[in-house]
Nanobody, 124 residues
């Protein structure tokens, strides 16, 4: 069982930055495939970014050049640095994990473990 706890959400003005963190349980975090997803009111959950155990990364087109996904295996923590935030980035952000998977996973059904989510609100 993998437990995930997100933090770092909040209210920010357009153009600002936030850094989300996801603390993960488990001794083999370094082998997990990880992802950040978001869900806005009335919309489906969508991929934001993903990272493999070999730190290959994927970004949704809507966040390329603005968001950076990274991981600190020594601290069992996943990060999402969000810059140049826009009102359309407003959503609940979730981290997800798949133990022992070496490739990029970008679909919700591919991840068995999810955090509880953290709210990000960007005002115009």
């Amino acid at each position: 069982q993998v437990q995930l706890v997100e933090s770092g959400g909040g209210l920010v003005q357009a153009g600002g930055s936030l850094r989300l963190a996801c603390a993960a349980s488990g001794r083999t975090f370094s082998s997990y495939a990880m992802g950040w997803f978001r869900q806005a009111p009335g919309k489906e959950r969508e991929i934001v970014a993903a990272i493999t155990r070999s730190v290959a990364t994927y970004y949704a087109d809507s966040v390329k050049g603005r968001f950076i996904i990274s991981r600190d295996n020594a601290k069992n923590t996943l990060f999402l640095q969000m810059n140049s935030l826009k009102p359309e980035d407003t959503a609940v952000y979730y981290c997800a994990a798949h133990p022992d998977y070496g490739r990029l996973l970008i679909m919700t059904y591919e991840y068995p473990y999810w955090g509880q989510g953290t709210q990000v609100t960007v005002s115009s």
